[in-house]
């Protein structure tokens, strides 16, 4: 269902690969493209008041989520202008769960946390996970005690992600939401440029 759904959506309205999403395709995935772009809860990479919306859905243990992470944060620091979410929706078990929980504890200094566990390599497991953290300078009882006390906001923003991805019919990470453009998969770069261009004219 979700591959047909997925189909559908793409059908006749693809350019290089590409969806264009109107409307209806984006409140599909929430009440509102706001929800989507703007969630409170969801933690902000890039200028926070950039003209332009790029939003990732991810998981810790995706090897090609990796590979891409740091041409896409080298292209969105040299752009300057983008508002880049990075969007948390851990499909590969509980390892991933638990890392997402971990690094989206660690509030204003996520985009740290986020780093380390995206450059390292490999599988993780809860002990990696805590490892890499603590290595790029993370208390991890402290995380541990931020994560009990802030569980339901992480726990709700980890569920919504959810509802999105589902709601896009998303069958695995990455993806990609740029401007109204889907990419289901790692997209080329000139497609994502092309993509983000257009939405800014």
């Not at 950039?50 to 989520?65: A, M, T």
């Not at 790029?136 to 009882?141: E, L, Q, R, T």
């Not at 080329?188 to 939405?199: G, I, N, V």
Request: glycine fraction near 8%; proline fraction near 7%; include cysteine.
């Amino acid at each position: 269902m979700m591959i047909d759904r997925r189909r559908i959506l793409a059908a006749g309205l693809a350019l290089g690969g590409v969806a264009l999403l109107p409307n209806a395709a984006l409140a599909a995935a929430d009440p509102t493209p706001q929800a989507v772009f703007h969630d409170p809860g969801a933690p902000l990479l890039g200028n926070p008041n950039g003209n332009v919306n790029l939003v990732e859905y991810f998981d810790y243990q995706c090897p090609f989520c990796k590979k891409f992470y740091p041409e896409m944060i080298d292209f969105v620091r040299k752009d300057g202008n983008i508002r880049f979410i990075m969007k948390d929706w851990p499909i590969f078990g509980e390892e991933s769960v638990y890392a997402a929980k971990l690094t989206l504890a660690a509030g204003t200094h996520r985009p740290k946390a986020l780093d380390a566990l995206m450059r390292a390599p490999g599988r993780l497991s809860h002990r990696r996970t805590e490892e890499i953290l603590a290595k790029a300078g993370f208390d991890i009882p402290a995380l541990k005690r931020s994560y009990a006390r802030n569980k339901a906001g992480i726990d709700g923003l980890l569920e919504r992600n959810n509802a999105q991805a589902d709601g896009f019919a998303l069958s695995g990470t990455p993806a990609f939401v740029a401007g109204r453009v889907l990419f289901p998969g790692v997209p080329r770069m000139e497609d994502l440029k092309a993509a983000l261009a257009q939405s800014r004219a």
